[in-house]
């Protein structure tokens, strides 16, 4: 894809890109899939979404999303996140995204602190909308990023 949502960081182990083209449909039972290769299943990471939304067709708070990570021999965990996308005082929590289409914003945040993959190789992972809606619109792209959690212990 030609919008980078991320600065690449040296702390990122795995970034995948789903991209919704005609208008950014996305329907409810339609999850979309991703493949992020972990290189070590010693570490700990940090799960973090990040989504181009054109908000003047997606008008919600908050994109919920239901995370469906599946390892190499199958195990499967469901994560539960709400892409926070208005602030309780009402202000929006998107960054202007000038590579995007016109009033599109960007929204970025951390879903899993602390996680664990317990094998290294390629794990699927399945995005959902779980909105009560059948169809939304207005979500450009959404990426999943995967980066070393930074482990503070107490001297």
């Given amino acids: 894809s030609d919008l980078d949502l991320s600065c690449s960081r040296p702390d990122t182990v795995a970034e995948s890109v789903l991209d919704f083209p005609s208008g950014g449909k996305w329907l409810r039972f339609e999850p979309q899939e991703v493949t992020v290769s972990i290189p070590n299943s010693d570490d700990c990471y940090e799960l973090h979404v990040s989504a181009i939304i054109d908000t003047a067709l997606y008008r919600?708070?908050?994109?919920?999303?239901?995370?469906?990570?599946?390892?190499?021999?199958?195990?499967?965990?469901?994560?539960?996140?709400?892409?926070?996308?208005?602030?309780?005082?009402?202000?929006?929590?998107?960054?202007?995204?000038?590579?995007?289409?016109?009033?599109?914003?960007?929204?970025?945040?951390?879903?899993?602190?602390?996680f664990y993959f317990n094998q290294p190789g390629d794990h699927t992972v399945s995005i959902g909308q779980r909105t009560t809606r059948y169809e939304i619109q207005g979500i450009r792209q959404v990426r999943f990023t995967v980066r070393k959690a930074k482990l503070e212990y107490p001297k």
Avoid: M, W
């Fill in 60 to 114: 919600g708070s908050s994109l919920p999303l239901t995370l469906k990570v599946s390892t190499p021999q199958g195990e499967r965990r469901t994560i539960f996140a709400d892409l926070l996308l208005v602030a309780r005082d009402g202000h929006t929590l998107g960054q202007p995204c000038p590579d995007g289409p016109a009033g599109s914003l960007l929204f970025n945040q951390r879903i899993r602190e602390y």
